[in-house]
Nanobody, 125 residues
Framework: HVQLVESGGGSVQAGGSLSLSCAVS????????VGWFRQAPGKEREGVAA???????RYADSVKGRFTISKDNFKNTLYLQMNSLKPEDTAMYYC????????????????????WGQGTQVTVS
């Protein structure tokens, strides 16, 4: 059973940085896709970034060059380093995971819908 627990959210001024972590227990069997999503009040959930079993990464255009997704297989932890934060980055951030293959994670990562964490709030003012 896959469980995801986020941490590291908080409040920061525009231009600042935050680092989110997601502890993953029971990684999906076989090839997988894991990622970060966010949802602001009154808006739809959107994909932020994803990384697959081979550490290939994908980013939403809105965060390219500012956010970095990474994973530590030994610690079973997923990370999201967020730099140059903007007020529009304010949202609840969730980590997600699912069984996958390379092509699915490359083209369909935004449709990740199987395992979710409880979320951590990021506020940029």
């Amino acid at each position: 059973h896959v469980q995801l627990v986020e941490s590291g959210g908080g409040s920061v001024q525009a231009g600042g940085s935050l680092s989110l972590s997601c502890a993953v227990s029971g990684y999906p069997y076989g090839y997988y896709c894991v990622g970060w999503f966010r949802q602001a009040p009154g808006k739809e959930r959107e994909g932020v970034a994803a990384i697959d079993s081979d550490a290939r990464t994908r980013y939403a255009d809105s965060v390219k060059g500012r956010f970095t997704i990474s994973k530590d297989n030994f610690k079973n932890t997923l990370y999201l380093q967020m730099n140059s934060l903007k007020p529009e980055d304010t949202a609840m951030y969730y980590c997600a995971a699912r069984e996958s293959n390379a092509a699915w994670c490359k083209f369909l990562w935004r449709k990740m819908d199987k395992y979710w964490g409880q979320g951590t709030q990021v506020t940029v003012s």
